[in-house]
C-alpha cells in the first residue's frame, strides 16, 4: 500500500499508518488500513498502560487484580491478527 494517510485521520492514527500500511497488500482499502491503525494504536496505548502502571494494580476494593489494559491489549492483538490475514503481504504476523 502505498498511499498516504487520509487527510481526515487524527494525528495519532496517521502516525501509525505507514507502520500498518507497509504491511498491508497495495490493493487494501483505505478503510482497512485506517482500521488496523486503530487497533495498532489502542494495543501500544494498552502497552504504555501496562508498562507504566504495572500488570497487577488494586481495583476499588483495594484487591490486586490484573490490569484491565492487558484485557484490550490481547484484543487489540487478535483484531491485528485478523487484519493481516485478511488484507496483510504475508497473510497475517
Request: charged share 35%.
Amino acid at each position: 500500500m502505498k498511499r498516504g494517510p487520509p487527510k481526515s485521520l487524527p494525528d495519532y492514527l496517521a502516525a501509525v499508518w505507514e507502520d500498518a500500511a507497509g504491511q498491508c497488500k497495495d490493493d487494501t482499502p483505505p478503510a482497512a488500513v485506517e482500521a488496523l491503525c486503530r487497533q495498532i494504536h489502542l494495543m501500544r496505548d494498552a502497552e504504555k498502560r501496562i508498562t507504566e502502571d504495572g500488570a497487577v494494580v488494586v481495583d476499588g476494593k483495594g484487591n490486586a487484580t490484573e490490569h484491565p489494559a492487558i484485557k484490550i491489549q490481547r484484543e487489540a492483538g487478535k483484531e491485528i491478527r485478523d487484519w493481516l490475514q485478511k488484507y496483510g503481504k504475508r497473510g497475517g504476523f
